[in-house]
C-alpha cells in the first residue's frame, strides 16, 4: 500500500501542471469586451462628418479658388494670321497724271499705254502703280459736286476717285525745244515734272510711244527701292521665327509650332543686289517702331565756352518742321541740355594731329566709343519709348578743327543709339564766343535730321522728302501689320503648348481688338488708303503686345508643376493620412462583417 501510494503521487503533480497549462491557454485567447453599436455609429458618425465637410465644403473652395480661367481665344483666325491665309498685303499706287495741253482723247492713250509699259516692267506683283488722268477738264466737272473737284481723278472711264492717298502727281508740260523727255523732281515736292515735245505724243492708234516708255522708265526708277523695301519686309515675314523678340521671353510657344508661312511666299521676290545690302545696313540701325520717341539734344564743350546756345529758334526753324511731318507715324518730345568740360572716354585715343590737311583727327574704329557714358549725362532711356541722343560737340581750340581721318566728316551715326556732330569752333564759330547762335547750330540739326529718317527706317530715295515719308508710311503699316500677325501666333502657340496657364477676359479683349485692326487695316492696304491702313496696323501692334505681354500669363509660364506638388504636400498630406486610413479601416470592418454569415 504504502508503494502503490508514493507511485501516485507524481501523477498528481502532473495533473496539476496539465490544469495550470489549460487555465493560461484560456486567459490568453481572451478576447476583449465587444464594443458598443452606438460607439461604432459614433465613430462612423464622426468619420463621415469629416469627409462630408472635405468633400461637400474643401473641395469646391479649393477649385473655385485654385482653378484657372481661360477665356476663348479664335485660335484659328490667329493662326491664319500668323500663316498669312487670312491677308495677302497688296499696295497699290495711285499715280496722278496731269496733261493741261492736252486732249481728253490723247491724255487717256497715253494713260493707257504708259500703264502697260508699267506693267511690263514690274517684277512684284504686291506692290504695283496705277496711272489715273486727274481732272484737268472744266467740260467734265459738271457731275460731280462742286466740293470734290479739287480732289479727284478720272480713271479714263466714266467715274472718279478720291486722291487723298495718291502716292506721286507727273504734271505732263510742253517744251518744243525738247528733243527727248526730260523730268524735274524738286525736294519738298510730290510733283514730277514731265517735260515733253508734242511729236512725243503717242498715236491714237500706236500701243507703245517714246514718251510713255520714259514716264514708265520713270516710276519704276522712283519707286524701286520702296518695291525691294516691301519685298524685304514680306521675305523676313516667310523665314522661321528667330529667337528674338516674343519667342526670346517665352521659348515654349516656339516649341508648339514652327510652321514657315508658305502662303506668303508668293508675295516676295529676290531683292536686287544693289538693295539688299543697303537694306540690311537700315534695318541694323533703325529703331522699333514706338507710339512715342523721346528725343535729347545735347551740348557738349571741351572747354568752358560756349556755354548757351539759341536752341528754342533753331529747333522751331530746322528741326520741328519734321518733327510735325512725321507726326500722324509716331509722337516726339524733345529735351534739351548742356554740360561744359566735357572729356573724351577713357576707351578713345587722343586726336592726331594731320599735317597734310592742317586738321585733328579721330580713328573711325574709336567712333563707336566716342560717347563718354561715365560722366556725360545721357539717359537711356526716358518713359515708355525709346530715346534717341544727338550730340552737339565742340573741340578745344587746342584740337581743332577735329574730323574723322578716314573720311574727313564731321558727324557720325551710332546705330540704335543717336548720333554725333563735330562744331569745329575754328571754322564755324568765332574764337570766345559764349553762345551759339541759330546760324551754328543748323548745321547740326539738319545732319539730326537725316539721321532720325535713317533710324525710322526712311529711304533714300526719291530725292523728295514728302514722297519718303510716304513711302515710310506704307512700309510701316505693312512691317507692323505682319508684327501683329505674327505675335498673333505666338499667342495662339502659347495657348495651345501650355493648357495650364491663364488666360485672363483682358487676353481676349486684345486680341477681338487686334484682329479687328488687321482687318482694317488690310482691306486699307488694298484700297490704297495708306495713312488709315497705318492707322489700324500702330492699334493692332498695340493691343497685340498688350495682349501677348499680360503680366499674369507671363508669371505663370514659369510656375511648373513641381512647384504645385511642393506646395500642396506639406499642406495636405498631414490631414489627408488620418482621414484616409480611418476611411479604410471602417470600410474594411463592413465588408468583414457583410462576409460573416449571422449565426
Known amino acids: 500500500m504504502a508503494d502503490s501510494s508514493g507511485e501516485n503521487e507524481p501523477r498528481l503533480e502532473q ?3 496539465i490544469n495550470i497549462s489549460d487555465s493560461s491557454r484560456v486567459a490568453s485567447t481572451k478576447q476583449p469586451p465587444q464594443e458598443l453599436a452606438e460607439s461604432i455609429y459614433i465613430r462612423r458618425l464622426v468619420i463621415f462628418s469629416f469627409w462630408v465637410v472635405v468633400v461637400v465644403f474643401g473641395l469646391p473652395t479649393w477649385w473655385w479658388t485654385t482653378s484657372i480661367h481661360r477665356a476663348r481665344l479664335p485660335l484659328q483666325d490667329m493662326m491664319d494670321w500668323a500663316d498669312g491665309k487670312a491677308c495677302k498685303p497688296a499696295f497699290p499706287l495711285q499715280i496722278s497724271i496731269k496733261a493741261p495741253m492736252l486732249q481728253e482723247n490723247e491724255a487717256s492713250n497715253l494713260v493707257r499705254t504708259t500703264q502697260h509699259a508699267l506693267d511690263d516692267l514690274n517684277e512684284f506683283s504686291p506692290h504695283h502703280l496705277r496711272l489715273r488722268l486727274a481732272n484737268s477738264f472744266t467740260e467734265s466737272l459738271q457731275g460731280i459736286p462742286s466740293s470734290r473737284r479739287g480732289s479727284s481723278v478720272w480713271d479714263g472711264g466714266n467715274h472718279y476717285m478720291d486722291t487723298m492717298d495718291t502716292a506721286l502727281t507727273v504734271n505732263l508740260l510742253p517744251e518744243s525745244s525738247s528733243s527727248t523727255p526730260m523730268s524735274i523732281l524738286r525736294p519738298h515736292s510730290t510733283e514730277l515734272e514731265v517735260r515733253y515735245s508734242p511729236n512725243q505724243i503717242p498715236a491714237t492708234s500706236s500701243s507703245s510711244s517714246v514718251l510713255a516708255t520714259y514716264i514708265a522708265n520713270k516710276l519704276q526708277e522712283l519707286f524701286a527701292e520702296e518695291q525691294a523695301t516691301i519685298a524685304y519686309v514680306l521675305s523676313s515675314a516667310t523665314s522661321p521665327q528667330s529667337s528674338s523678340g516674343n519667342g526670346q521671353l517665352l521659348q515654349s510657344s516656339n516649341s508648339a509650332s514652327s510652321n514657315p508661312r508658305e502662303q506668303r511666299s508668293s508675295l516676295s521676290r529676290p531683292i536686287p543686289t544693289k538693295f539688299n545690302t543697303q537694306l540690311t545696313s537700315r534695318i541694323t540701325r533703325s529703331l522699333k517702331y514706338a507710339p512715342t520717341y523721346h528725343i535729347t539734344i545735347s551740348l557738349f564743350t571741351s572747354e ?17 518742321p519734321l518733327l510735325d511731318s ?9 529735351n534739351t541740355q548742356i554740360q561744359l568740360h566735357a572729356s573724351f572716354s577713357p576707351s578713345v585715343q587722343s586726336p592726331q594731329y ?38 552737339v560737340y565742340v573741340p578745344s581750340q587746342s584740337n581743332a578743327p577735329l574730323v574723322v581721318r578716314e573720311s574727313q566728316a564731321t558727324s557720325w551715326l551710332i546705330p540704335q543709339w543717336g548720333g554725333v556732330f563735330i562744331l569745329n569752333p575754328s571754322v564755324t564759330v568765332p574764337r570766345a564766343m559764349p553762345k551759339l547762335s541759330k546760324e551754328d547750330i543748323q548745321p547740326a540739326l539738319l545732319t539730326f535730321s537725316r539721321q532720325l529718317l535713317s533710324f525710322l527706317g526712311a529711304p533714300q530715295s526719291p530725292p523728295s522728302l514728302p514722297l519718303q515719308l510716304k513711302t515710310l508710311t506704307r512700309v510701316q503699316a505693312a512691317s507692323l501689320l505682319l508684327s501683329a500677325s505674327s505675335t498673333m501666333g505666338s499667342l495662339a502657340r502659347l495657348t495651345k503648348a501650355l493648357p495650364s496657364i491663364a488666360i485672363p477676359e483682358t487676353v481676349s479683349i486684345a486680341v477681338d481688338k487686334t484682329l ?14 495708306f495713312s488709315e491702313a497705318l492707322d489700324h496696323a500702330v492699334i493692332s501692334e498695340l493691343e497685340a503686345e498688350r495682349g501677348f505681354f499680360e503680366k499674369s500669363m507671363v508669371g505663370q509660364v514659369y510656375f511648373p508643376d513641381e512647384h504645385k506638388v511642393a506646395v500642396y504636400l506639406p499642406l495636405l498630406g498631414p490631414v489627408a493620412v488620418p482621414l484616409v486610413m480611418s476611411a479604410l479601416k471602417e470600410v474594411k470592418k463592413l465588408w468583414k462583417n457583410l462576409r460573416t454569415p449571422k449565426a
Open 15 to 17: 495533473v496539476d501542471d
Open 326 to 334: 512725321l507726326g500722324y507715324i509716331s509722337n516726339f518730345t524733345v
Open 354 to 391: 594731320d599735317p597734310d590737311l592742317s586738321v585733328w583727327t579721330l580713328k573711325g574704329e574709336d567712333l563707336g566709343g566716342f560717347i563718354n557714358a561715365a560722366e556725360w549725362p545721357l539717359s537711356p532711356s526716358i518713359g515708355a519709348g525709346p530715346t534717341l541722343n544727338f550730340v
Open 516 to 529: 479687328y485692326h488687321l482687318r482694317a487695316s488690310c482691306n486699307a492696304l488694298k484700297d490704297g488708303r
Open 304 to 320: 568752358a565756352s560756349p556755354s548757351a546756345w539759341n536752341i528754342e529758334s533753331a529747333l522751331d526753324e530746322s528741326f520741328l
